[in-house]
């Protein structure tokens, strides 16, 4: 059983994931200063020579100290982690407005209570572990001096210390149960990993997989229902689109993007308002116009390589299977990763039952904007699927099987995955995916 949250594999993984980012950041940091020092002290006397110095070093101190933050940020996580176990609560974002990261309040049901946090962490990374709509996350840690707060799995971790101002709580408080914090069934609470068992040893690890089994299978009614928590209204489909089995590939928005394609024409911008800036030499430095180019020509070198090595045969490879011959229906549930928010259709027999068990799932691109990336997925959160593909699409020998829904075609991200009965890996998967629920009654606040 796991005595703290760090004997979780995927906890000690994502800490060591961070943790390596941060030195990387130091490293990075210290030597972008070291090389402005160098600059500072060539025997060359030109306002170039000083312009490059006083901005690397003003780059270098801002990463040092970002990456510097960063590492006092994992020491404490590793501490939390290494003091007690994970626990799940129902949660719910509760956005300040502004550049203000958004405030999580967690739900305590044993205690009858709310728990307002704020995380510490940029934009790209707390937006990876906002709760969705039946929304759950994992904690560790004092809620009074802080802890660590994470999507279902316990692998991208977030530092959250509790809001501060007594009337400020209180506010963020009173907006989560606004939004039906206290309304929600607890969540269930994360099972003990085995550690040091192989698959198929250990009494007590199978007696534990059984009995959870049996108290929240994963059935199509169960999953099919947490679709429908899940679903966001406004995501349903957008504008139509050139029809993929009448067009060649390019014409049809969505592969264009699959492709990579727009990143590559627009990756030229930056290169022309770089030589725009060299025209205008007496306004801008030469050398923030070079660095300007500089960065231009490699946007366009990286998306250049993307699109020809792996792009543009993926589209062609996903049109040519969205043709194939043969149907097979199946029934889907459509859910999202609680990590990045990644859609992902698990999929079920055709004609079965709502006891029928998963036997395959399918991560999807999110063919929607940044703002909205759920537009364009389908309307219904369950439902009917066709699934046209090649049995060894790719160079690997992986089927491709694209699927077929309200009649359009929707993207894998990746390649049909069946899911082995029993398999506690394919079972804590989707319990990431849809966390299972008790029954309803949250304690009022």
Not at 114 to 126: D, N, S
Not at 213 to 237: C, F, I, K, S
Not at 359 to 374: F, I, Q, S
Request: charge should be positive; hydrophobic fraction near 40%; include cysteine.
């Amino acid at each position: 059983m796991v005595e703290c949250a760090l004997d979780r594999e995927a906890t000690r993984r994502g800490l060591g994931r961070y943790r390596r980012q941060a030195v990387r950041g130091t490293g990075a940091g210290a030597a972008l200063v070291g090389l402005g020092l160098v600059f500072v002290l060539l025997p060359v006397d030109a306002s170039w020579a000083s312009d490059v110095a006083a901005g690397l070093g003003t780059t270098g101190l801002i990463v040092l100290g970002i990456a510097l933050s960063a590492l006092r940020s994992a020491g404490r996580m590793r501490r939390a982690l290494a003091a007690g176990p994970w626990s799940a609560h129902t949660a719910v974002a509760v956005v300040r407005g502004g550049m203000v990261p958004p405030s999580i309040v967690l739900g305590d049901r044993a205690g009858g209570r709310a728990w307002p946090l704020t995380m510490a962490a940029t934009k790209q990374r707390y937006e990876r572990v906002l709760p969705g709509p039946d929304g759950v996350l994992w904690w560790c840690g004092d809620p009074d001096r802080g802890g660590v707060i994470a999507p279902p799995g316990g692998e991208e971790l977030i530092w959250a210390r509790a809001v501060r101002g007594h009337h400020t709580r209180n506010r963020t408080v009173g907006l989560a149960a606004a939004e039906g914090l206290f309304d929600r069934p607890a969540p269930v609470q994360p099972r003990g990993s085995r550690i040091g068992f192989p698959e198929g040893e250990g009494d007590s690890g199978t007696g534990a997989r059984t009995e959870a089994q049996d108290r929240h299978p994963l059935t199509y009614a169960v999953l099919a229902a947490a679709a429908r928590r899940q679903a966001l209204p406004g995501t349903g489909r957008t504008r139509r689109e050139a029809d993929v089995r009448a067009v060649p590939w390019w014409r049809v928005r969505s592969l264009r993007h699959v492709a990579g394609l727009p990143r590559l024409l627009v990756s030229p911008v930056p290169v022309v308002t770089g030589l725009l800036m060299l025209g205008r030499a007496q306004d801008y430095p030469t050398v923030v116009a070079y660095a300007v180019i500089a960065f231009g020509v490699g946007l366009f070198l990286h998306a250049g390589r993307r699109f020809l090595t792996s792009g543009r045969a993926t589209a062609r490879l996903l049109a040519r299977s969205s043709q194939a011959p043969g149907p097979v229906p199946k029934r889907y549930a459509l859910l999202f990763d609680p990590v990045g928010g990644a859609p992902v259709l698990v999929l079920f027999p055709h004609g079965g039952g709502p006891e029928d068990l998963p036997e395959a799932v399918l991560r999807l691109y999110a063919p929607g904007t940044l703002k909205n990336p759920r537009k364009g997925l389908p309307s219904a959160s369950s439902g009917p699927v066709e699934l046209r593909g090649r049995p060894d699409g790719t160079d690997r020998g992986e089927p491709v099987v694209v699927p077929w829904i309200e009649g359009r075609p929707v993207w894998p991200a990746g390649p049909y995955e069946e899911l082995r009965p029993g398999d506690p890996a394919a079972r804590e998967y989707l319990e990431r995916l849809a966390p299972p629920q008790e029954a309803s009654g949250v304690p009022a606040p």
